[in-house]
């Protein structure tokens, strides 16, 4: 796929599913924008990026802070002139990245860092884009849920990712008379951390980090134009194993 000229820029790309997006977006030809909380990881892979000819910029920004998305969104306007594409993938799991599996004790403050971060970042960085998404009349955002926002799984976790199918149907509504789209990509196990690979799925494999990004590639082409609006799960059957 060819996206020379476009622009796309991603939350949580130091790492995982958005870093190799935009690794991927950047050999494709276009400009990205890599944010994270962690300025230096987003730093050293724009480097890289750069050292092989692409056109990167790393930028600090905590999803939970509007001014530092705003700022975000400006650099790449005035770098690259807007942005086409946004990646809302920053989060995860509360209850593994603060190692409390238990709902009815974890802490309020995981609990909020997790609806905050996964759903409430995402709502604000595409209130940020969408404007001028629609004045270019150029965009699409997808919206990284996750196998438990549909079948259920770590409740605060599956709020958050429920949350992402209900914001891209409505992103979808707003866009659709200005040709932006808005889609949900709803993931079981990804082999992004080895330990993935203990879930349960219909078809006995988690998928790979690169089957997840390719599919969001496709959703971001021209050869997705009538997609939007809807929730894709790849999860190895994950939900029919479950019985859901
Ligand atoms: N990996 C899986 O098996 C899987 C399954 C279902 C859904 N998902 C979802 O896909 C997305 C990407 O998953 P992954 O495994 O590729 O990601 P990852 O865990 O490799 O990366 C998440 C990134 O989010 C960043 N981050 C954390 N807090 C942040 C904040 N406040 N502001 C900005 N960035 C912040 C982290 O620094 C990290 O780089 C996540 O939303 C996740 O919930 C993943």
Redesign the pocket.
């Known amino acids: 796929m060819n996206f020379k000229g476009k622009t796309a820029i991603a939350?949580?790309?130091?790492?995982?599913?958005?870093?190799l997006f935009l690794q991927k977006m950047a050999a494709a030809g276009a400009n990205v924008v890599l944010?994270?909380?962690?300025q230096d990881?987003v730093e050293a892979a724009a480097e890289e990026i750069r050292s092989r000819g692409g056109n990167a910029i790393g930028v600090a920004?905590?999803?939970?802070n509007y001014s530092q998305i705003e700022h975000a969104v400006n650099l790449a306007t005035e770098k690259f002139g807007g942005v086409d594409f946004l990646m809302n993938?920053?989060?995860?799991?509360a209850s593994r990245i603060w190692s409390q599996p238990d709902f009815g004790t974890a802490s309020i403050e995981s609990i909020e860092w997790c609806i905050?971060?996964?759903l409430k970042?995402a709502v604000l960085f595409s209130r940020a884009v969408l404007k001028q998404m629609c004045e270019r009349r150029s965009g699409v955002i997808i919206n990284?849920?996750?196998?438990?926002g549909v079948i259920g799984g770590s409740i605060d976790?599956g709020a958050a990712?429920s949350g992402m199918i209900g914001l891209s149907r409505g992103l979808a509504i707003y866009g659709a008379p200005y040709g932006v789209r808005s889609v949900c990509v709803?993931?079981?196990?990804?082999?992004?951390?080895p330990a993935?690979a203990n879930m349960k799925t219909l078809l006995g494999h988690?998928a790979r980090?690169d089957e997840v990004v390719e599919l969001i590639m496709f959703l971001c082409s021209d050869k997705a134009v009538s997609i939007t609006g809807c929730n894709y799960q790849i999860d190895g059957g994950r939900s029919c194993a479950t019985g859901s």
């Open positions: 939350t949580g790309a130091a790492s995982g599913m958005a870093l944010t994270d909380v962690n990881a920004v905590d999803v939970r993938s920053a989060g995860g799991a905050d971060v996964n970042g990284m849920g996750s196998i438990d976790n990712k709803s993931p079981g196990p990804v082999l992004t951390r993935m988690a980090p």
